[in-house]
């Protein structure tokens, strides 16, 4: 990534990563680690936290971990509270955190609804707004980067609570780009097309390989292109862009949800 991008090009900034632990969240914070800025990584899961810190430090990355649960709204207030107090601000927010599970809507019960509804939509706002509120006050700007998926924009059968809550992240992106302007914050997302380890279980080798081969670039998106891209909307290059989404996907966007038709995704 510093091949790519100077190495001090965040230097000063500190970045709370949600669901930093693993995943597409850590790919991230490696990411704008290496190009200077402080990371906070946020997640439930302490072990994983723990463990994704000191692989960055190792790295020469300045990181630290605190545990979190999104959708605890006192809690999220209290996390980001410590993390203004202890390291001087946040200057960038990365909404990662998220989950879903597939599943035929008419078999989806509400408690899975409201589990993942309540996670990837509420939850992501609940940390946006704290985080938003501390840097109005400042008066410096910020930047806040949410990760979502083309489920917002093409239906994937076996995903109606996740796509419908994502489309809500993204909504409130665009809201809040045009609210929270005034104050010099930019509000963005990308949309990648990522086999993390977690979609990898969920949907198996067989829908993988089925997605890939049918995306028009014949592939999945690489952690340096998810990090790079992260990297230039959280950094002054992209201080005039705002309400943005940027599909990280090859181009499966463009084929109207061709690469799910006819594939297995849920099992009979």
């Not at 000191?54 to 971990?65: V, Y």
């Not at 207030?77 to 597939?102: C, T």
């Not at 592939?219 to 005039?240: D, F, I, N």
Request: net charge negative.
């Amino acid at each position: 990534m510093s091949a790519v991008f100077q190495p001090d090009l965040l230097v000063g900034k500190v970045a709370l990563v949600t669901g930093g632990g693993t995943g597409i969240g850590l790919t991230i914070a490696r990411a704008l680690g290496q190009v200077g800025a402080e990371v906070v990584l946020a997640a439930r899961n302490t072990e994983r936290l723990a463990k994704a810190a000191d692989g960055l430090a190792a790295d020469g990355i300045k990181a630290s971990w605190t545990a979190l649960n999104i959708r605890d709204a006192d809690q999220v207030s209290q996390v980001v509270d410590e993390v203004v107090e202890r390291q001087g601000g946040v200057d960038i927010l990365v909404n990662n955190a998220g989950g879903q599970f597939p599943v035929k809507a008419e078999e989806l019960s509400p408690n899975g609804w409201r589990s993942v509804v309540d996670l990837n939509l509420n939850g992501t706002f609940y940390v946006t707004s704290a985080a938003g509120r501390h840097m109005i006050a400042r008066g410096s700007g910020g930047t806040v980067l949410s990760v979502v998926f083309n489920t917002q924009e093409h239906p994937i059968p076996g995903n109606v609570h996740s796509a419908a809550a994502r489309a809500g992240v993204m909504q409130m992106t665009r809201t809040l780009a045009v609210e929270w302007a005034q104050f010099g914050i930019t509000v963005n997302a990308i949309g990648p097309l990522f086999l993390s380890e977690a979609a990898q279980a969920a949907y198996g080798d067989e829908v993988a390989a089925l997605v890939a081969g049918r995306t028009p670039m014949q592939r999945w998106a690489t952690p340096q292109e998810m990090g790079a891209w992260a990297v230039v909307l959280c950094s002054p290059v992209a201080s005039y862009v705002t309400g943005l989404m940027v599909p990280l996907d090859g181009g499966n966007r463009l084929t109207s949800g061709l690469a799910w038709r006819g594939t297995p995704v849920l099992p009979e």
